[in-house]
């Protein structure tokens, strides 16, 4: 069995179920955003800010953010694979990516708590 040090899971079967279920994340949280928009059309930015001060529609945003990530990281691992032969250039690659995910997962975290 070949197995991948920097693959995100275990296996292409992990893989495939977390970019399934981080996928389904995603649309749940787009239909969110889209119906709070569409039925607040003239929402203000205290009314805005409200809705983000609500701990569930915190830790739903952190959710999608980590499944944007999951799904971010496991999609450009299979591009980095698939397209950089030589190994140094997909190391450097693939350590782009993870520091830029990194970062804005850590962006996300400080915007929704203030950390």
């Given at each position: 069995m070949v197995r991948s040090v920097t693959s995100f899971g275990r296996s292409g079967l992990s893989?495939?179920?977390l970019q399934r279920f981080?996928?389904?994340?995603?649309?749940?949280?787009?239909l969110f955003i889209v119906g709070v928009l569409l039925f607040t059309p003239d929402m203000s930015y205290e009314q805005w800010s409200g809705l983000f001060a609500q701990e569930w529609v915190k830790i739903f945003t952190l959710l999608t953010v980590l499944s944007?990530?999951?799904?971010?990281?496991?999609?450009?691992w299979t591009v980095g694979t698939d397209y950089l032969p030589k190994v140094w250039l997909r190391l450097l690659y693939q350590s782009a990516?993870?520091?830029v995910?990194?970062?804005?997962?850590?962006?996300?975290?400080?915007?929704?708590w203030g950390f």
């Open positions: 893989d495939w179920l981080s996928a389904i994340v995603l649309a749940l949280y787009t944007i990530v999951i799904h971010a990281w496991i999609g450009l990516v993870l520091l995910l990194f970062v804005y997962l850590i962006a996300t975290v400080r915007a929704l």
